[in-house]
């Protein structure tokens, strides 16, 4: 059985196991809510802690268990900073947003983004790191590293 991207979150199914590619990755990441931080571990050991911009009152970052979908490399300017590391978890809120499907993802900050402190409760879900941190985080995490929000 697999965990699945998509809705409801937590989606879990069967795969051929002859089309699947096993990834095993060091890495794994906890969104810690109540602290507004991100813990990043290896080999289940404590790597490094960073705040972060989490989702408001009234479009919480949703808790669980999930796992990085994709890398997605923002243009110059965005205001999502230079990388969106897309996740398995989806708003519970939110159906979509901004035109997209709601999907909670790990990314930096610019524009108006970067207004809001880190270590707040200000996003519509996503978790907001500084760019130089997402920049790092995009080198070291393959897709499938897991993602526990908290």
Known sequence: ???????PSGRVGWIAADTAQLVRSPWWVVVDRAAREV???RDGRLRNRFP???GAAGTPTPR?????VEHVPQQAGSV??????ATSAFSHVLQEFDGGPG??????????????P???ARSHGCVRLDNAVIDRLATLLP???????V
């Open 143 to 149: 897709n499938g590293t897991p993602v526990d929000i």
């Open 103 to 116: 999907q909670i993802a790990l990314h930096g900050r610019a524009g108006p983004l970067a207004a809001d």
């Open 39 to 41: 813990r990043v571990c």
């Open 52 to 54: 972060v911009v989490i």
């Open 64 to 68: 669980g268990h999930y796992f990085v």
């Open 80 to 85: 999502l900073g230079p990388w969106a590391l």
């Open 1 to 7: 059985m697999a965990r699945l991207p998509g809705r």
């Open 118 to 120: 880190l270590g707040t």
